[in-house]
Each structure stands twice: as structure tokens, then as C-alpha cells.
């Protein structure tokens, strides 16, 4: 089966076709010799028909020749005598045609004796005739019509040369029977094998072509819907179906990569989504940091412009305003210790002019 599913579907067809015709010219050469052989039987009994006919009709010319004598001894007339002279004439020219005909050895002897009795029996007729013709003997050849003039010996002859090729006859009908029989059973049985052979190709073919591209189809059906867990069928073949099993595959394997490569791009878009989300975000934090700094840097300055020199940024902000809330603190400390020193300075020298003036 191997050997089938990697021929190209082009021989398979010309292989199973191939088959067939040559399953059809064997039935057809057998039949032809069969039929040859009921030809060589239907020739070889026409002949034996022939030779029964020529037997038959010797045996009605020596008739003729029998009763012409007889008819000549009643009724003398050249109407007989005529009549005897066409029937010898036939009884000749029939013997001859016997003899060549006949093939057997055993029939052939038999027509040599029965052609010899016809001359003893022709040459005994005419000495009949010629005494039947003399005023002065003709009452004696009339009295020995009763034992002259008779076929008797050649008689037996004939029946045992119509016994032989009755004989040949019905062997050679036997075999032209049965040369029909097998002829038709020949036809039957090829008939059957041709069948046979026809429905062993169809199935053959339908495995190896038909069912393949079936399969096939539904694969790529099934792959063109978008399911690509498919198996694709007949990788392994050498055919067209092979070779179309190949370029599916490459389709499903494309339709794959595809889907990999648009899941990727899927993720690569998530991942900057949510790395945007991501800096938006902080850019949100660092925008609501900013102005709650601010906010704060503005209460600190107004707490300040109201003479609080006790205000400080004491809410953590990002690192990256920790300096300025350092810087803050540190100045408005400073201010608190030099207004502080001053307010110090101012105290004691009121304290000293109050002493002055007392």
C-alpha cells in the first residue's frame, strides 16, 4: 500500500487501467482460442456432415441403379436405361468424392471395398441388362432378379462407414459442445474477474486518491475555520496529495506563526498600555506631589507672613522636593533665631535705657 500512496495519481490511474485491460486481453485471447477451437469443430462437423450426405446419396445412386434394373427387366426402355447410366455416373463421382474426404485409415478401407463390390456389382447389372436384352435369355435373367442384382454386400459396408462417421460425428459435436461450454464459462468467469478487478481498482483508488483528498479537504476546511490543531493528513505520501499535504501543512504552520506574532504584538500593546498607565500615573503623583508641596509652601508662607516663625514643612514630600522643604525649614529657622537674637537685642536695650532714665 506504500508502494500505491507514493505513486503520482497520473500512473496510479494508468496502473490500475493497465490492469484491467491487460485482465480484459487475457479473457479475450482465451475466448479466441476458444472460439477458434468451436470454429476448427463446427468445420470439422460440417465435414462429417458432408461425408453422411455423400453416404447418403451413394446409397440412394445404387438404389437408382438397383431399381432401374429392375424397372429395365419389367418394362425394357432407354428411359432405364438411362435412368441406370445417371445413377452409376453418380455412384462413381460420389465414391471418388469419398475418398477424398475421408480421412480415417478404418473409413478409407471400408470406401476401397465398397467401391470395389459397386464395380463387381455395376459389371454383374450390365451383364444383367445384356441378357435382359437377348429374346433368348431374357426369361432366365427375369427368373434371377431374386438373387442378382442386389446390393447386399455392399450393404453391410455402407452401415459400418456410417457407423464410423457417426462416431466421428458425435465426438466432434462433443468437442464443439465443449468448446462452447468453455467459451461461455470463459465469458462468465471473465465477466466476473473483470468485475472484480474493477471494483478492487475502484476501492484502490478511492483509499489512495478518492479518501486522501476527502481527508484533505476537510482539513483544510477545518484549518480555513480557523482551527489549527488540525492533523494534516497524508504527509507521507509521494503523490499530489502528498504534496498537497505538504503545502497545508505550511498554511497551518504560517497560520500559527501568525496568531504567535499577533498574540506577541497583543502583549507588546498591553505592556505599553500599562507602561503608559504606569508613567501617568507617577506623572499624576508627581503632579498631585507638586501641588500639595506648593499648597504646603504657600500655608508655610502665609503662617509666615502672620509672624509664625514656628512654621515648618513637616509633611514628607518626594525626593526630589526634600531639598527645597530642607532649605525651607532651615531658612525660616534661621529667621526664627536672628528675629529671636533681635527681638533679644531690643529687650536688653530697652532694659538699659530704662535704667538710663531712672
Given at each position: 500500500?506504500?508502494?500505491?500512496?507514493?505513486?503520482?495519481?497520473?500512473?496510479?490511474?494508468?496502473?490500475?487501467?493497465?490492469?484491467?485491460?491487460?485482465?480484459?486481453?487475457?479473457?479475450?485471447?482465451f475466448v479466441y482460442t476458444r472460439l477458434q477451437t468451436i470454429e476448427l469443430a463446427t468445420v470439422k462437423q460440417n465435414h462429417?456432415?458432408?461425408?453422411?450426405?455423400?453416404?447418403?446419396?451413394?446409397?440412394?445412386?445404387?438404389?437408382?441403379?438397383?431399381?432401374?434394373?429392375?424397372?429395365?427387366?419389367?418394362?425394357?426402355?432407354?428411359?432405364?436405361?438411362?435412368?441406370?447410366?445417371?445413377?452409376?455416373?453418380?455412384?462413381?463421382?460420389?465414391?471418388?468424392?469419398?475418398?477424398?474426404?475421408?480421412?480415417?485409415?478404418?473409413?478409407?478401407?471400408?470406401?476401397?471395398?465398397?467401391?470395389?463390390?459397386?464395380?463387381?456389382?455395376?459389371?454383374?447389372?450390365?451383364?444383367?441388362?445384356?441378357?435382359?436384352?437377348?429374346?433368348?435369355?431374357?426369361?432366365?435373367?427375369?427368373?434371377?432378379?431374386?438373387?442378382?442384382?442386389?446390393?447386399?454386400?455392399?450393404?453391410?459396408l455402407l452401415a459400418q462407414f456410417n457407423e464410423i462417421e457417426d462416431r466421428v460425428g458425435a465426438e466432434r459435436q462433443l468437442q464443439k459442445?465443449?468448446?462452447?461450454?468453455?467459451?461461455?464459462?470463459?465469458?462468465?468467469?471473465?465477466?466476473?474477474?473483470?468485475?472484480?478487478?474493477?471494483?478492487?481498482?475502484?476501492?484502490?483508488?478511492?483509499?489512495?486518491?478518492?479518501?486522501?483528498?476527502?481527508?484533505?479537504?476537510?482539513?483544510?476546511?477545518?484549518?480555513?475555520?480557523?482551527?489549527?490543531?488540525?492533523?494534516?493528513?497524508?504527509?507521507?505520501?509521494?503523490?499530489?496529495?502528498?504534496?498537497?499535504?505538504?503545502?497545508?501543512?505550511?498554511?497551518?504552520?504560517?497560520?500559527?506563526?501568525?496568531?504567535?506574532?499577533?498574540?506577541?504584538?497583543?502583549?507588546?500593546?498591553?505592556?505599553?498600555?500599562?507602561?503608559?498607565?504606569?508613567?501617568?500615573?507617577?506623572?499624576?503623583?508627581?503632579?498631585?506631589?507638586?501641588?500639595?508641596?506648593?499648597?504646603?509652601?504657600?500655608?508655610?508662607?502665609?503662617?509666615?507672613?502672620?509672624?509664625?516663625?514656628?512654621?515648618?514643612?513637616?509633611?514628607?514630600?518626594?525626593?526630589?522636593?526634600?531639598?527645597?522643604?530642607?532649605?525651607?525649614?532651615?531658612?525660616?529657622?534661621?529667621?526664627?533665631?536672628?528675629?529671636?537674637?533681635?527681638?533679644?537685642?531690643?529687650?536688653?536695650?530697652?532694659?538699659?535705657?530704662?535704667?538710663?532714665?531712672?
Amino acid at each position: 500500500m506504500m508502494f500505491i500512496n507514493n505513486l503520482r495519481i497520473s500512473k496510479k490511474l494508468i496502473l490500475s487501467f493497465t490492469v484491467l485491460i491487460l485482465a480484459v486481453v487475457a479473457v479475450n485471447v482465451f475466448v479466441y482460442t476458444r472460439l477458434q477451437t468451436i470454429e476448427l469443430a463446427t468445420v470439422k462437423q460440417n465435414h462429417s456432415a458432408e461425408v453422411a450426405d455423400l453416404a447418403a446419396s451413394l446409397e440412394i445412386f445404387l438404389l437408382e441403379q438397383q431399381n432401374g434394373v429392375r424397372g429395365f427387366a419389367v418394362e425394357p426402355s432407354d428411359t432405364f436405361l438411362k435412368r441406370i447410366d445417371d445413377a452409376r455416373a453418380n455412384t462413381d463421382q460420389t465414391i471418388a468424392s469419398l475418398s477424398d474426404k475421408v480421412q480415417l485409415p478404418e473409413a478409407l478401407a471400408i470406401i476401397k471395398k465398397m467401391a470395389a463390390e459397386v464395380t463387381a456389382y455395376e459389371a454383374d447389372a450390365s451383364q444383367l441388362i445384356k441378357e435382359l436384352q437377348d429374346p433368348a435369355t431374357v426369361e432366365a435373367a427375369r427368373r434371377s432378379l431374386a438373387e442378382r442384382g442386389r446390393l447386399t454386400a455392399i450393404r453391410p459396408l455402407l452401415a459400418q462407414f456410417n457407423e464410423i462417421e457417426d462416431r466421428v460425428g458425435a465426438e466432434r459435436q462433443l468437442q464443439k459442445d465443449e468448446a462452447f461450454s468453455v467459451a461461455y464459462t470463459t465469458l462468465l468467469a471473465g465477466a466476473l474477474i473483470a468485475a472484480a478487478i474493477s471494483s478492487l481498482i475502484a476501492l484502490l483508488l478511492a483509499r489512495t486518491v478518492a479518501k486522501p483528498i476527502q481527508t484533505m479537504t476537510d482539513a483544510m476546511r477545518s484549518l480555513a475555520a480557523g482551527d489549527k490543531t488540525i492533523t494534516v493528513p497524508a504527509l507521507h505520501h509521494k503523490d499530489e496529495v502528498g504534496q498537497m499535504a505538504q503545502a497545508v501543512q505550511v498554511f497551518k504552520q504560517a497560520a500559527i506563526e501568525k496568531d504567535r506574532l499577533e498574540a506577541e504584538a497583543e502583549r507588546t500593546r498591553q505592556a505599553q498600555e500599562a507602561e503608559r498607565e504606569r508613567l501617568a500615573g507617577i506623572e499624576r503623583a508627581k503632579a498631585e506631589e507638586l501641588q500639595a508641596f506648593v499648597h504646603d509652601i504657600e500655608g508655610g508662607f502665609g503662617r509666615l507672613a502672620d509672624g509664625d516663625l514656628t512654621v515648618r514643612l513637616d509633611r514628607p514630600v518626594a525626593v526630589e522636593y526634600e531639598t527645597i522643604r530642607q532649605q525651607f525649614n532651615g531658612s525660616i529657622g534661621k529667621l526664627e533665631d536672628t528675629v529671636g537674637s533681635v527681638v533679644t537685642s531690643i529687650g536688653a536695650i530697652r532694659t538699659g535705657l530704662a535704667e538710663i532714665t531712672v
